[in-house]
């Protein structure tokens, strides 16, 4: 069974900074393309960005409004998905999760980010 699950969420004034976790099990974490997604309040799932397996060299891709503040990256010796978000704005806010595509179609319970002075 696919497992993930999200943490390091909070609230953020703006400029500040969150690093997300996302823990993985029940599928051979190395081989996968990872994605984080997010949902504002009262609009759809978003994607924000996409990391490849790493074969032939890692590759990162990502939303334009995030580019330059957030980071993605990954540790495969413990199954692990990150999300550095720096410079956080207010329409940063919402539930962010990891998931197996870039749909959100497998993607964990979520945690929620908070950007507000």
């Known amino acids: 069974e696919v497992q993930l699950v999200e943490s390091g969420g909070g609230l953020v004034q703006p400029g500040g900074s969150l690093r997300l976790s996302c823990a993985t099990s029940?599928?051979?974490?190395?081989?996968?393309?990872m994605y984080w997604v997010r949902q504002a309040p009262g609009k759809a799932l978003e994607w924000v960005s996409t990391?490849?397996?790493?074969?032939?060299?890692?590759?990162?891709y990502y939303l334009d409004s995030v580019k330059g503040r957030f980071t993605i990256s990954r540790d495969n010796a413990n199954d692990t998905l990150y999300l550095q978000l720096n410079t956080l704005k207010n329409e940063d806010t919402g539930v962010y999760y990891c998931?197996?595509?870039?749909?959100?179609?497998?993607r964990g319970q979520g945690t929620q980010v908070t950007v507000s002075s």
């Open positions: 998931a197996r595509d870039r749909y959100g179609s497998t």
């Open positions: 029940g599928f051979i974490f190395s081989d996968a393309w």
């Open positions: 990391i490849s397996n790493g074969r032939g060299g890692t590759a990162t």
